[in-house]
């Protein structure tokens, strides 16, 4: 939340942008811990669709969401040309599964607008912002939205 | 780390906890019966230093509690008053008291109420307000010095007393800074400090050269101190002080005829070799030296004035006169005692980390064994036989560094001492605790989380499990109940065992209840310990009336549960009219367990050793069908549930048949059976314990995750939790 609210109060926010089932999504770059190549989770028993499992990331165990799932869209196959993104909100550490990393945006924050308010699709509750670069839709995710943990403890 | 004085404040709180604990020590000696003046010593001694420190830090509170509390020890001390029952527990309340006032100054919290009532009970005991008169003296008196009671600490007292101060060289050192001294960077205030170092100076400040604050050049030095020196120093060793600034002032260094002939009296005007010290007799100048120099001199004053009395500043010179001998020994003895066993206090933090550190050592060397295993190596290769050593090694680090963390439960018994005393009075019942086994060590996380269920299973024995004086005489026993807390270590377990010698557990009204409030069917025939065990069930509670001591709404569920998430369990053995003993045994540490890895489906899996009885094939006749969605299997006589994992966990569809298959067989804590199908026993291994609550959540069935060799993650089963939260689902998955 710290580093969110870092980039927050500059007027320049830095976004990591990836592909997921031909969209683009991004997430503020300060929040990325790093980025890894794919591997096997292990799946944790009675746990939403959504959860792929647990890796290990040096010596902790990181849960690995499948973002793709969690948007409400087709799993994301799990092979060697997928990506785990390390981010940390708060004191929470968690990986999302994605295609592909594509790029790093560096853009005003004045360029950010809010989604338009027609969330029929699931996906739009954990999209705080659009943005339009070179003519190509991208849409920040709200992390902390995202992240399971939120989803265990309101069941 | 910023702030010196914080650190220098928690070092004292730390010394109070350790001087708390050695006087609970000395005050349990004492009240089993001995009474000499060691033991009574340590008592006033640990009083006394926390209120030295106390005093030091300003806090006015604390310190005129454990002034007050000193008090009547020294008069215990001198012999002057007897040590009696009555008093032995007053000592003991005053010591709580002590500890909920150094707690207080410590969390910032409320002084403890209740102070007074002790302090004049004991006041009383003592005998006479005149006493509390000197104390209130003595407290104003006090104060002021704070800084010089740091001598308690250390060896000083020993010192003081038999030191030989007389034999100790003395010298003078006259300082005069030229103004190059400030200019270079130096400090005069440092010097200064630096021959405090060496030994017992009296630091004098000549004020003669200060011209008039018209003419006053800042920068320029205008002040010159005289140091007088006592202590075993010789002058290359002043020199060595002024080796920076010798050629930016003016430096006299002259050994004092005589040494510390009047040792009481270094201000008097007739010492050898001072002629040109017009200050010197004038002590009540001091404090106007500079006012950085104000810590020094009210440290020196008090050094003349009583140096006899560095560990006992009594309040009556007559009762000083007899103690003072005994003082220094012991202190001498205790320093022997801290010598032999020297500890290094370390940051939990740093431990922690290397506790993890290990683990991954521990991962990384089963990963290494793995691939040296992959790339086929001979099995007397070299290489095999070094990794070989290297497991051993890593094994033993581990253990190690698993003791580190152990700590003994000796306070955590104290703490139950404590319980003991205000429960049984809070019941008007005569208790005494028993302790065993108070040096046994545990892992200091399984300490901490121990003492909530133990608090309430020790209150429960004082108010349920003893009966009341009378009853107690009627039946023919001691009318004051004896309850006994031990630890030991058994079969790489801990058991720690709460005892009463209490009437038993009333079998039939337990049943009664449990049936009455619908826990067990009317009809239920249950054999003695499965009745003993209804205690455990939520919802149960045993107290007849409520009195204000249990029946606060927590159960022996709940210490239950607690006692379950430390990876222990709890049993009941009881006896009509002889007592009942709850047994809970715990494991040494929570950082590794003993597992036997299987696989489900495709998924490895860890199942805690210790929950496995047995592990058997199946075969067509052991398999009965309950209905047709559950199993049991028919094994020693007795009907077993039997539970798929794979389906359980969600990983596979429930099998048609399961015979051929692999069974683990668990028990719980209340001694019912569980089967677990598994695909196959892959091994049986040590594994680190990798926490899932901070990252993800608590997951039904599953306590923890650990790394295996290959760097996969595998989920550690709990397989009670397993089966509570999965019973009757086995078929329904499909």
Not at chain 2, 190 to 200: K, T
Not at chain 2, 206 to 220: I, R
Not at chain 2, 537 to 563: C, H, Q, W, Y
Request: glycine share 8%; net charge negative.
């Amino acid at each position: 939340m710290t580093n969110e609210d870092k980039s927050h109060s500059s007027a320049e926010v830095e976004l990591l942008s990836f592909r997921l089932a031909e969209q683009e999504y991004s997430v503020d770059i300060m929040s990325v811990r790093e980025i890894r190549g794919w591997t096997r989770a292990t799946p944790l028993p009675h746990a939403p669709p959504h959860v792929r499992g647990v890796i290990n990331l040096r010596g902790t165990v990181l849960p690995v969401v499948d973002l793709s799932t969690r948007l409400g869209m087709p799993p994301v196959e799990g092979d060697a040309r997928n990506v785990i993104i390390v981010v940390q909100v708060g004191s929470q550490s968690a990986g999302l599964l994605v295609d592909a990393v594509s790029d790093i945006l560096a853009l005003p924050r004045s360029e950010l607008q809010p989604p338009p308010d027609l969330a029929a699709d699931e996906a739009h509750s954990f999209v705080h912002a659009l943005t339009i670069v070179d003519g190509r839709m991208i849409r920040v995710l709200d992390l902390t939205a995202v992240l399971p943990s939120e989803r265990v403890e309101a069941a | 780390m910023s702030d010196p004085m914080a650190e220098i404040r928690a070092s004292f709180f730390v010394e109070c906890e350790e001087l708390l604990e050695s006087l609970q020590d000395a005050l349990n000696v004492i009240d089993e019966g001995a009474h000499d003046n060691e033991t009574i010593n340590v008592v006033f001694r640990a009083v006394h230093s926390i209120k030295g420190g106390a005093g030091a830090f300003g806090l006015t509170a604390l310190v005129n509690f454990a002034h007050r509390y000193e008090t009547v020890m020294d008069e215990v001390r001198s012999g002057k008053m007897e040590v009696t029952n009555e008093a032995t527990k007053l000592f003991f309340q005053a010591a709580d008291l002590l500890q909920d006032h150094v707690r207080a100054a410590r969390d910032g919290g409320d002084e403890p109420a209740g102070a007074e009532e002790v302090l004049c009970a004991l006041e009383a005991l003592m005998g006479g307000p005149k006493i509390e008169q000197d104390a209130e003296d003595e407290v104003s008196d006090f104060v002021p010095m704070g800084l010089s009671l740091d001598l308690d600490f250390g060896g000083d007292d020993a010192a003081g007393p038999d030191g030989g101060i007389d034999e100790e060289p003395a010298w003078s050192i006259r300082f005069r800074p030229q103004p190059g001294l400030y200019a270079s960077g130096n400090e005069a205030f440092h010097i200064l400090r630096a021959l405090q170092g060496l030994g017992e100076a009296t630091v004098e400040c000549d004020t003669s050269g200060l011209p008039a604050f018209g003419a006053l050049d800042p920068e320029a030095p205008a002040l010159a101190w005289t140091v007088t020196l006592r202590g075993d120093v010789d002058e290359a060793q002043i020199r060595e002080v002024f080796d920076f600034v010798e050629d930016v002032c003016t430096i006299e260094i002259e050994r004092l005829a005589g040494g510390g002939g009047a040792p009481a009296l270094p201000g008097l005007p007739g010492l050898p070799g001072l002629p040109d010290l017009p200050d010197l007799p004038d002590l009540s100048a001091l404090p106007a030296a500079g006012p950085e120099e104000d810590e020094a001199p009210a440290a020196q004053m008090e050094m003349p004035v009583a140096p006899a009395t560095g560990s006992a500043p009594a309040p009556a010179p007559a009762a000083a006169a007899a103690p003072a001998p005994q003082a220094p020994a012991a202190a001498a003895k205790s320093g022997g005692g801290e010598a032999a066993s020297a500890t290094v206090r370390v940051d939990l933090d740093r431990i922690d980390r290397l506790v993890n550190l290990v683990g991954e050592l521990v991962i990384n060397q089963a990963m290494l064994a793995q691939s040296v295993a992959e790339a086929g190596l001979p099995p007397n290769s070299s290489v095999m036989t070094g990794l070989e050593a290297f497991m051993m090694l890593t094994r033993d680090i581990q253990d190690s560094v698993m003791m580190i963390r152990a700590q003994p439960v000796k306070p955590l018994f104290q703490r139950m001492a404590r319980i003991v005393r205000e429960a049984s009075a809070a019941v008007n019942k005569e208790v005494r605790l028993k302790t065993e086994g108070e040096a046994t060590e545990v892992d200091k996380t399984v300490i901490e989380r121990l003492a909530d269920p133990l608090t309430h299973m020790i209150r429960n024995a004082v108010d349920h499990g003893l009966e009341s004086s009378e009853k107690r005489v009627a039946a023919g026993k001691p009318s004051e109940g004896v309850i006994t807390l031990s630890a030991q270590h058994r079969s790489g377990r801990v058991v720690i065992e709460v005892k009463d010698d209490g009437g038993g557990i009333n079998r039939e009204k337990v049943l009664e209840k449990a049936i009455s409030k619908g826990l067990v069917p009317e009809d239920a025939q249950l054999s003695d310990a499965e009745i003993d065990n209804l205690l455990f069930l939520p919802g149960f509670s045993t107290a007849a009336e409520v009195s204000n001591l249990s029946g606060r709404g927590v159960g022996m569920d709940v210490v239950k549960s607690a006692i379950t998430s430390l990876g222990g369990r709890i049993t009941i053995t009881s006896e009509a009219g002889v007592g009942t003993t709850f047994s809970i045994s715990l494991p040494l540490t929570l950082a590794v367990l003993d597992g036997m890895v299987v696989h489900v489906a495709g998924e490895t899996l860890v199942v805690p050793l210790s929950a496995i009885v047995e592990t058997a094939t199946l075969m067509e006749e052991d398999i009965r069908s309950l209905g047709p969605n559950t199993n049991v299997i028919h094994i020693r006589g007795g009907f077993v549930p039997l539970y798929d994992l794979g389906a359980e966990l969600g990983y596979r569809h429930p099998k048609d048949s399961y015979v051929g298959d692999i069974v683990l067989l668990t028990t719980q804590e209340d001694g019912s059976r569980a089967a677990l199908v598994v695909d196959a026993i892959h091994e049986q291994r040590q594994v680190v314990i990798k926490g899932l609550q901070q990252s993800y959540g608590h997951i039904p069935g599953v306590a923890a995750a650990t790394i295996l060799g290959d760097g996969q993650i595998a989920l550690i089963l709990d397989p009670p939790d397993l089966v509570r939260s999965a019973s009757g689902r086995t078929r329904n998955a499909a």
